[in-house]
T-cell receptor, first 112, second 113 residues
Framework: NAGVTQTPKFQVLKTGQSMTLQCAQD?????MYWYRQDPGMGLRLIYY???????DKGEVPNGYNVSRLNKREFSLRLESAAPSQTSVYFC???????????FGDGTRLSIL | QQQVKQSPQSLIVQKGGISIINCAYENTAFDYFPWYQQFPGKGPALLIAIRPDVSEKKEGRFTISFNKSAKQFSLHIMDSQPGDSATYFC????????????FGTGTRLQVTL
């Protein structure tokens, strides 16, 4: 089982460039999430999709957009990258309440 | 405003010792408290979780203690092993709200020989 697959694994951007981070899960999970992880700050929720066709803002949505393309795929877009968006981005998926969120291995994004 | 406070930031424990990580929360609506373990270069993975209707949950060498009145919960790792060296995150969520997790800031555990 692949679980949650994130692409790319690493990326370097220049300020102002745009980029889409891809996430796909093969577990038939209903909910999907995007987090960012920064040193000393834990993981913070950017956007989530409780079910196919819905998306909502999390704690730190500014500068990001998302698309729930279908049940399997949930993408995160940076329209105009800023150095403050340098981070490790994690995608996660969840079948239902009381079940664990399954995380991908992250995308390490540096913005110069 | 940090809703889940975690301490310590880092911890060094000798092999065979007990590792203790503490978390405190503010939102009394939280009703599910998972702990995640993260190894370098990997995503977090669920370690153990507890609901507030119990005061303790044990799975192997890992135990969560929960104090609802104090709004605190802790992870105890008994007989700590070098393979337990990782970063640990406590988290909390309100069930029925898409299980959005609020994470603590993490504890980097190193178990020495």
């Amino acid at each position: 089982n692949a679980g949650v697959t994130q692409t790319p694994k690493f990326q370097v951007l220049k300020t102002g460039q745009s980029m889409t981070l891809q996430c796909a899960q093969d577990m038939n999970h209903n909910s999907m999430y995007w987090y960012r992880q920064d040193p000393g700050m834990g993981l913070r929720l950017i956007y989530y999709s409780a079910s196919e066709g819905t998306t909502d803002k999390g704690e730190v949505p500014n500068g990001y957009n998302v698309s729930r393309l279908n049940k399997r795929e949930f993408s995160l877009r940076l329209e105009s990258a800023a150095p403050s968006q340098t981070s490790v981005y994690f995608c996660a998926s969840l079948l239902q309440d009381y079940q664990p969120q399954h995380f991908g291995d992250g995308t390490r994004l540096s913005i110069l | 405003q940090q809703q889940v406070k975690q301490s310590p930031q880092s911890l060094i424990v000798q092999k065979g010792g007990i590792s203790i990580i503490n978390c405190a929360y503010e939102n009394t609506a939280f009703d599910y408290f998972p702990w995640y373990q993260q190894f370098p270069g990997k995503g977090p993975a669920l370690l153990i979780a507890i609901r507030p209707d119990v005061s303790e949950k044990k799975e192997g060498r890992f135990t969560i203690s929960f104090n609802k009145s104090a709004k605190q919960f802790s992870l105890h790792i008994m007989d700590s092993q070098p393979g337990d060296s990782a970063t640990y995150f406590c988290a909390a969520t309100v069930l029925g709200t898409a299980s959005k997790l609020t994470f603590g800031t993490g504890t980097r555990l190193q178990v020495t020989l």
